[in-house]
Structure formats: C-alpha cells, structure tokens
C-alpha cells in the first residue's frame, strides 16, 4: 500500500517567495497532520484536519502559515511570504480514527530559504 | 501541557548488545497513548512500537520492547541485539486520549558500532 506521499522532496528558495508544500495521505485515514522539525525545537505539531476539517492550528507559528484540506486525498501547506527561519523539514502524517491509533509519515520536505 | 524528556541525547553500542532508552512524560490525563518513532540518516519517521497507558502488559515487537512504568510516568525502550541498521534517531511521543497531535520528545541518536 502507498504510504503518505509528501513533494516536493527538497525546496531552495529566495526569502519573499511564496512556498507550497504538498501532501496525499493514505487512502481511507480521516485525520492529517503537519509538522515542523528544526535542530532547535524538534518535532512541533503546527495544524491538523479530521475529515478535511482543520481542529486546531494553535502550532501555526504566525499568519504567514496556511494550510488547506481541499478534499479527504490532498493538503497543502504554504508559507507566504518565507523568512529564512521557516528553513525546517516539514512532514506530513496520516491516521485512520482516534484511539490511538499510530500516525504514518511521509518523508518529509527539507525546505531552505536563503 | 504535556512534556516529553528524552534525558540521552547520543548513545554509543557495540553490534548485538542491549540499548535502553529513556523517556519520561508528565501528564495529568489518565488515557493516553506512547510512541517510539524511528528516524534513520533517511529522514523517514518510522513506528517502533507503540503502547496504551490503560495496558498494564509491556509492548514488544520483534527485538523492541519497552518499559512502561505508569506511576513513575516513564516509557523506556529496550532493543535486544542490536544491529548496525538500528543507528538512528529514536523520538519518544506522547498522545493524549482526547487530543491528536503528537508531543515528541527532542530524540537519543542511537549509535551501533560494528
């Protein structure tokens, strides 16, 4: 079965641009999640959806952050505009239900704004 | 909120040893839920093991298992002969019953020297 699917892989851009991050959980799981990783802070939770529906974006780190869940096979999370601090891995995970249950990952996108 | 400490920031073992890592949590929840994730040079996130604080019984899967000690609110985890591609990140998370996100902990780099 195919796991969490994240693109781009890797993303170098200028500060000022606009940057999009995409993500196409698994097939069937009804919560998705974004997270930050950065050497200073870790894994942070910044946003997740149930059933396309975001619950809670208190980790959304200011207004530059948006994240959207069109429909139950495809998010996106986009930064405009970017700041060389924003420079992070950003992963995307999956789960079916609640109690529990594990969350999936994809394999991240490694994101460098000069 | 709910903390996560991972106390061992590297560990060094020589190939087919027993590594224990640690992790302790504090929590005022009741139900909730434990994690040991994976994460090798690749960057992929993988699950190790999981265990439900409801559970008085230890996970174990293959060469991993772990020691939850509830009253001492500490999830450690054992890999039995170890072996060179255990050389990873291992994060500890943290899953409230009534919450989705994941609170990890800042990681133990794993080192398995052959």
């Known amino acids: 079965d195919a796991g969490v699917i994240q693109s781009p892989r890797h993303e170098v851009t200028e500060m000022g641009q606009e940057v999009t991050l995409r993500c196409k959980p698994i097939?069937?799981?009804?919560?998705l999640f974004w997270y930050r990783q950065t050497m200073m802070r870790g894994l942070e939770l910044l946003i997740y959806f149930n059933n396309n529906v975001p619950i809670d974006d208190s980790g959304m780190p200011e207004d530059r952050f948006s994240a959207k869940m069109p429909n139950a096979s495809f998010s996106t999370l986009k930064i405009q505009p970017s700041e060389p601090r924003d420079s992070a891995v950003y992963f995307c995970?999956?789960?079916?239900?609640?109690?529990?249950?594990?969350?999936?990952f994809g394999d991240g996108t490694r994101l460098s704004i000069l | 909120a709910q903390t996560v400490t991972q106390s061992q920031p590297e560990m060094s073992v020589q190939e087919a040893e027993t590594v224990t890592l640690s992790c302790t949590y504090d929590?005022?929840?009741?139900?909730?839920?434990l994690f040991w994730y994976k994460q090798p040079p690749s960057r992929q996130m993988i699950l190790v093991i999981r265990?439900?604080?409801?559970?008085?019984q230890n996970a174990t899967e293959n060469r991993f298992s772990v020691n939850f000690q509830k009253a001492a609110k500490s999830f450690s985890l054992k890999i039995s002969d170890s072996q060179l591609g255990d050389t990873a990140m291992y994060f500890c998370a943290f899953r409230e019953g009534g919450a989705d996100g994941l609170t990890f902990g800042k990681g133990t780099h794993l080192i398995i020297q052959p």
């Open positions: 929590t005022s929840e009741s139900n909730y839920y």
């Open positions: 265990q439900e604080a409801y559970k008085q």
């Open positions: 995970a999956s789960s079916l239900g609640r109690v529990g249950q594990p969350q999936h």
């Open positions: 097939s069937g799981h009804d919560y």
